[in-house]
C-alpha cells in the first residue's frame, strides 16, 4: 500500500431513474457500492464515492405527468426520497448527482463538444421498435410474440429518429491494441465479448 495522495479509487452506483421511488434494487447497489467504499477506505485509499439521480428521459416525463406535475417537481420529490433511504440506510457518499444541475449539464456539454470538434459524432437516421421502459431500441429476434419487450411486456413502438452517434469506427485499431496487449479488460475470459 501506498500513501492516500497515491492511490485514489472512484466507485459509483448507478445513477438512478426518477420515474419512480426508491426501490429494492436501487438500495442493494448503493449498499453494495457504500460497503466497497468503506473497505477501500480502511485500506487506505483516497475513495470518492459518487451516487445520484439521472433525470432526463421519456419515461420520466410520462411519470410526471401522470402524477400532474412538471417534470423538475416530480425529480425533486423523488430525489427526496433517494436521500432520505440512503440516510436511513447509512449510505455515506461524498457526491449526489444530479443530472438536472447546472455543474453536470455544463460538464456534459463541454464533453460533447470536445467529441463534435474531433470529428467523432455524426448525423443520421435510426429506425426500429422502440421500448419505452427499457428506454432502447430492441432487435427484432429481443422482441417475444406481436414485439412485446420481454421485460415489460409492452409493445414496443415503431419508431425513427435523427440522432447523434459516437464514430467508434475511427478508434477500432486502438481499441484493438489496447485489448490484445494489455491486462485492460478484467477478468481476461471477458475479451471476446
Request: net charge negative; hydrophobic share 25%; charged share 35%.
Amino acid at each position: 500500500g501506498g500513501s492516500k495522495s497515491e492511490k485514489k479509487v472512484c466507485l459509483s452506483t448507478p445513477l438512478f431513474y426518477v420515474n419512480a421511488p426508491p426501490h429494492l434494487g436501487g438500495a442493494y447497489t448503493a449498499m453494495a457500492t457504500d460497503a466497497c467504499a468503506r473497505h477501500a477506505r480502511r485500506c487506505g485509499l483516497d475513495v470518492l464515492m459518487v451516487t445520484g439521480t439521472d433525470e432526463h428521459g421519456e419515461k420520466i416525463a410520462r411519470a410526471a405527468e401522470t402524477a400532474g406535475q412538471p417534470p423538475q417537481q416530480h425529480c425533486d420529490q423523488v430525489v427526496k426520497q433517494y436521500r432520505q433511504l440512503w440516510e436511513m440506510l447509512d449510505v455515506k457518499y461524498d457526491r449526489f448527482v444530479r443530472t438536472t444541475e447546472e455543474k453536470h449539464e455544463k460538464m456534459v456539454q463541454d464533453a460533447v463538444q470536445k467529441v463534435w470538434d474531433q470529428g467523432d459524432v455524426y448525423k443520421s437516421t435510426y429506425r426500429g421498435k422502440y421500448c419505452v421502459g427499457c428506454e432502447e431500441y430492441k432487435d427484432e429476434k429481443e422482441l417475444e410474440d406481436d414485439d412485446l419487450c420481454p421485460l415489460h411486456k409492452t409493445v414496443c413502438e415503431d419508431r425513427e429518429e435523427e440522432n447523434y452517434f459516437f464514430r467508434l469506427s475511427k478508434y477500432e485499431k486502438d481499441i484493438q491494441r489496447l485489448v490484445d496487449s494489455t491486462d485492460f479488460v478484467q477478468p481476461e475470459y471477458r475479451k471476446n465479448e
